[in-house]
């Protein structure tokens, strides 16, 4: 299967030059798990965000290539990058300055260099991402998860967030409404959050996002495929208030269910959890003079 990828890959060109990649996530194929507990070897934070105690190298697995293939932007001339997943379990709780978040299930990556105020949030950027569920690691659609997302430097609120699953405190959501991945706009100021778009999360294939910001101008652009096709726009250049820049989180932020009025500390979270998702072609590019990369050649 990768093999027919590449080789039909490596007859497509360019028509424009893409971005300038200004920060790369994706791991060659021999990278080994231990070096995502080093600052010094991993592309991302090395400490943050994970349960109390845990490991990336035990939080974060490398599927069988064989199963999955590589997602789109994995695919580079003549090699592949390889998707990881990212997984939550009964302690996967979160405790910064040592109060247990005992109302999430947390493992999220911060890419390294992206401290809130780096080039990642200045200009104009894209964050690219693909996803794709793990049948063997099923999520429980019946809580909400916020499984991509820019948090303002204030943690008061996101920029835009990428969720599956329920909407926490909604009533008679079906599962076919629930098992969609849905794009939300700015809740800076307190403003209630806008579905910008929403697909489906088929199973079967990956799922591809090129999210842009204007850090300036404040506006987003959003485009997304599925498999290996092409990107195409999905939510035209738009308002979206960036002032308050930040950091980008990709992975599985679980909501729990009601009831809760501080969702980070209460609620309710079943045990046993054995869940992941697979992320792939993980980066960022520079797009200040415009454009975002629509495929990887």
């Known amino acids: 299967m990768i093999q027919a990828i590449l080789f039909l890959a490596s007859f ?96 999220e990556l911060l890419p390294n260099t992206n401290n809130g105020t780096d080039a990642t949030v200045q200009g104009t950027t894209t964050l690219h991402l693909s996803v794709r569920e793990d049948i063997h690691r099923p999520l429980n659609y019946s809580h909400q998860y916020e499984i991509a997302f820019i948090e303002t430097n204030d943690f008061s609120s996101h920029v835009w967030t990428l969720k599956t ?60 495929s599925s498999g290996y096709a092409l990107l195409s726009e999905v939510v035209k250049t738009r308002a979206n208030n960036a002032t308050g820049k930040g950091q980008a989180h990709i992975g599985i932020l679980k909501l729990p269910t009601p009831p809760a009025t501080d969702l980070s500390h209460e609620g309710y979270q079943p045990s046993g959890i054995k869940e992941g998702l697979i992320y792939g072609g993980l980066f960022v590019e520079d797009s200040s003079k415009g454009g975002a990369s629509l495929s990887p050649w």
Not at 91 to 96: D, R
Not at 175 to 181: F, I
Not at 214 to 224: G, P, Q
């Open 12 to 107: 497509a060109t360019a028509v424009l030059a893409a971005p300038k990649v200004i920060w790369d996530g994706r791991l060659k194929k021999d990278f080994p798990a231990a070096d995502l507990d080093k600052s010094a070897t991993s592309p991302y934070n090395a400490e943050f965000v994970l349960g109390a105690g845990q490991k990336w190298s035990e939080q974060l697995h490398f599927p069988d290539m064989g199963v999955t293939g590589p997602s789109l932007f994995d695919l580079v001339p003549s090699d592949c990058r390889k998707p990881v997943e990212v997984t939550i379990n009964d302690k996967s709780i979160f405790a910064p300055g040592g109060k247990a978040q005992n109302g999430f299930r947390r493992s």
């Open 165 to 224: 699953g329920t909407p926490f405190g909604s009533s008679g959501v079906t599962a076919k409404d629930a098992k969609t991945l849905r794009l939300g706009s700015s809740t800076a100021g307190g403003k209630a959050e806008e579905v910008l778009f929403s697909v489906p999360f088929g199973s079967e294939c990956w799922h591809n996002f090129a999210v842009q910001t204007n850090w300036v101008d404040n506006t987003i652009s959003v485009w997304y």
